[in-house]
Structure formats: C-alpha cells, structure tokens
C-alpha cells in the first residue's frame, strides 16, 4: 500500500473516515492479543531448549530468534493438538509446552517491544474489552486451567497476584475474573488507544476504486483495494467510518442463539436461549432455592435442552437450587463431557453421572435421550412442552420454564450481501458458518479468508480455535503476513 499527499488523481473521495492500516472487529482475546502484537510487541525464541527436541533443533536452525522472520510452516511440522490450524499448534507448543500431557513447562516465547514495528489500527467491540466474556456468568468455572488463559506479556497468575491477592495459583478461573483480566490487560498493556468500545460495526464494504482521501488529507493508494468500516456509538449513536486496506473478523460466534425453530419457542418469555439471561430469571423466580414437601418438589420442573457444558452448566445450577429437571439431549453429542478429567472437573463429572445412570428418573432428573421437541404452549398460566420419543411416542409435560442451549452462531450481517452474511465463506459453502462444524475457510499459514477478496482475516473461534490458548497463533499468522506484504511492497 502506498500514500500520497497530492490528491489530483483521487477518482473516488470523500474526507469523513479516517484511516487505519488495520480494523479489527471484535475485542475479545482474539482482538486484545492482535492489538498487543500490532502494537510492536513481537515474539522471540528465547533459546531454552523445548521438551520436544526435534522443534529444538528447528528454533536453533532458523536465522533469526524473531517468529515473525521465521518459516512458520517449517517450525510447525509434524505437531499435534486440539486445534485444526498448525500455527495455533505452534505457538501453543511454544507457549505451554507439553501442556495436553499435564506438564507445565515453562515458555520458551519472549516478547520483545520494537515502537518501529507498530503498525496502527482500531479495535471495535460491542461492549468492555473482553468480549463475550464480560457476559459470562461470574461464578462459572473456566474450561481451561487458569494457566491457558494467559495473554501474551502477562500471565493470569502474574495479575491476580498483583491485582486479587491470588498468592498460589487456582486450577480453573472464574469467569468474571478472567473478563477482569482481559479489561485490565489492555490498561496496563498501554493497548487503549486502540479500542474503539461499546460499539456497533454495522457495514464492511469493498470500495470500487483504489484511491481515496483519509481525514488527514492523505491519499491512500492500496494495490488490492480498500474496505469501508462503518457504525456507531451505541451510547450516543454517533457514526463513525474507517477505510483500510486489512480487516480482521474476531467477533466470536456467541451472537447468535441457535434455535429448535419449532411452534411456541419464540412467543414465551419464559423460554430462554442463553444462560445468563435463564440463571437471571431462574434467581429472581425461586429466590435462592426451590422449596420441597415430603421429598417432591412444589413447582413444575425446569426443561433443559442440549448437550454440551453451557446445557451442564444450567443442570448444577438447577440442582444446587434443588429444582426438578427434564433433561432433553442428544446421546450421541455427550462427549465433551467424558472427554474431562474426572479430578479437574468433578462438577461436569456430577453431570456426566446423571446422563449415564442407569435410570430415566433419579433425584429430581428425569433424562430424555434423542427425544425431540414438538412445540410449546401456554394455557391459563400453564406452561407446556411436547415431546417425541425415538418411537414416536408423543409426551406432554408441564413444565416452570425451558432453557434451550444448542450452541451459537456468529453475526455477520454486516458483511458485503454477496457473502450472504458468511455462507459463501465457509469450509463447507453456502451453510451457515459455524465454529465447530463450518469455520471460515483460511489459509492456514496467514488466516486471510480463502473466498473473499483481499485483504480479510479471520482470528478465534470463527477460525475454529474455541480456546484462549490457541488465539496467539492466529495472530501471530496475521502479523506475519502483514510484514511479508510490507516487505514485498517495500522492494518495489
């Protein structure tokens, strides 16, 4: 890309957005950890041999300890892991070596702060620094150990010291700590010049020609074209318009509840489809327990479908209120339950026991396994569902109220109409984008978005990386291809 202050040759004007070398959209961790990394802070090896000595003998073979100037392709052969993209893998090996074994060795990655390398850029996100975990339920136990929700320059346990009083480090994290850490993290990593919060990105168009004005009066000329950024403040309402010639996709896929699209589930208001919201009017309805008469419970129970933690995370919590439950799942979709340690995660192991008891009803659990929802009505202040059995059995049942938890999807209708708000970008085209079973389709090495044009990446879990600890490699693709573009550029 190239600039120039001379406008004559501007075919295509305007001087109200301003310019950025880089919009991210979204602030979760995926755009927090870019920021800080775009902000001049790159990655080194620091020289300590790793456990795995064929990657030892990679880092000490490269001509350079900067990860940025090294092939990544080649540091990244033959890993393996819980994540699909190999950067991810590397940067995760490196960062928590050995980690899926249960060890805990230390980094061999040094961050080092270069002010010449910083590149500018805007991060926008709908709410604080943090992203959809400042919507978590505060008290909810991380999936990760605390230790994998470390960002780049300070870990966890370094801020909970300092910040919390936290002296020894805890297994798993509360949610609303780790959304206090991300908050935080971008305060004292000096990153909030940056974000652009509490905001609402609502169109990314592709500009028809190369060559348009930014505020300052400049005109900037990219070789692959620009994109218009556009939205407003969703306190004031004011718009606000960036052109650039990258734009990052980091929004998460928590947007958008899935839903079972049968009659009734979008007319009642006592049906929920996030947890939040469900815990919220479940503590305001029964005031901290639900009360019992010679052993059965004095309200009708709570209906739970789903089958995956956010669906077990709403079953402790109705059990810890002593609330009776109908539990609708699908059995074969279970396995990211059994998939837990047992001494690490003995509340999903709770879970865990109560789907595979032996019995239908146990203890104020009545299991449906494969069952299907029919509909919902409501009569004379009744609430009601029905139910097919695998046999074709229909069952009515009274219930309280419902939580439907069936996993999400991302927004992004506020891509161009010919993406049909992401279909047309996924692994598998023209299904809808989905972070476990239809990411967007990257190049692996640089995470721009395959079938889009130039220049769109993709970070977190609309690339398929659903953990804090794999969102580094992303973005460590993306700061590496946008100083091979420079370099390129640069010798022309």
Known sequence: ??????????????????????????????????????????????????????????????????????????????LEGRSNNPVSLLMDSLMHPSADLGLEYPSVVKFEHSPNSSIDHVVIGKGAPGGIWQDMKKNLLTISLSSWMDLPGLTFQEWSSKNLNVKEPVKRAKAGKVAQYFSDYVKKMKLCKYFKNHCTVTSVKRLKCSEVFSSCGQMVVSDEGLWLVSGFSNATHEPFRYITPRVVLATGTADVPNKLNVPGETLYSWIKHDLASFEFDLNRKSKGCYLETEGKATVDPVLVVGSGLSAADAILLLRRLNAPIIHVFNQSSTSVLKSLSKSIYPDYQQVWNLIHNSENEHDGYQKLPDHQILDFTSRNNHHYVQIASPDGKVLRKKISSAVILIGSRPNLSFLPDFFQEGKTLGVTSNEPIDCRKNPLNLNPWTHKVVNAPPVLYALGPLAGDNFVRFLLGGAVAVLCHIHDESKRQAVR
């Not at 075919?11 to 959209?25: M, N, Y």
């Not at 979760?28 to 870019?34: C, K, N, T, Y």
């Open 1 to 78: 890309m190239r600039e120039f202050a001379n406008p004559a040759h501007c075919q295509c004007s305007t001087t109200d957005p301003a310019f950025k070398q880089v919009v991210i959209i979204g602030n979760g961790p995926s755009g927090i950890i870019l920021s800080y990394l775009l902000n001049g802070n790159l990655p080194y090896y620091n020289g300590s041999p790793h456990p795995d000595a064929m990657l030892t003998a990679r880092l000490q073979s490269a001509p350079s300890p900067s990860l940025i100037e090294q092939d990544l392709e080649f540091l990244s052969q033959g």
